[in-house]
C-alpha cells in the first residue's frame, strides 16, 4: 500500500501565492511520474502539471507560467508552486503518483481564491 499525505491549501487572496506538497509513503518500489489535478465544482478533474522521474515537466495552459511542479525523490515529495492566483484557480487539488503498475491518488486539499 501507498499513503498520500498531501498539505498546503487554505484560502488566498487574488494575486497570492501558495505551495502545495504530497509526499509518498509506504510500498514505494519506484515512483514514476507525478502529478497535480484539481476539481472544481461543477467541472471534471483536469490535470494542472505533471512531473517525471526525470524532471520533465508538462503544464495545463491556464496555468502556465504561474504554476510551478517540482519533485523531491528523496523525499518521495511532488510540490506545486502557484503564484498570481485566480479565482479560477479555486478548486480541489489532488496530487497523483504513479508506480510501475499503479496509480495512486491523495484526499485532496481545497484551494480557494476570493478577496
Known amino acids: 500500500q501507498v499513503q498520500l499525505v498531501e498539505s498546503g491549501g487554505g484560502l488566498v487572496q487574488p494575486e497570492g501565492s501558495l505551495r502545495l506538497s504530497c509526499a509518498a509513503s509506504?510500498?514505494?518500489?519506484?515512483?514514476?511520474?507525478m502529478a497535480w489535478y484539481r476539481q472544481a465544482p461543477g467541472k471534471q478533474r483536469e490535470l494542472v502539471a505533471s512531473i517525471t522521474s526525470g524532471g520533465s515537466t508538462n503544464y495545463a495552459d491556464s496555468v502556465k507560467g504561474r504554476f510551478t511542479i517540482s519533485r523531491d525523490n528523496a523525499k518521495n515529495t511532488v510540490y506545486l508552486q502557484m503564484d498570481s492566483l485566480k479565482s479560477e484557480d479555486t478548486a480541489v487539488y489532488y496530487c497523483?503518483?504513479?508506480?510501475?503498475?499503479?496509480?495512486?491518488w491523495g484526499q485532496g486539499t481545497q484551494v480557494t481564491v476570493s478577496s
Open positions: 497523483k503518483v504513479m508506480l510501475l503498475f499503479s496509480t495512486y
Open positions: 509506504g510500498n514505494i518500489a519506484r515512483l514514476r511520474d
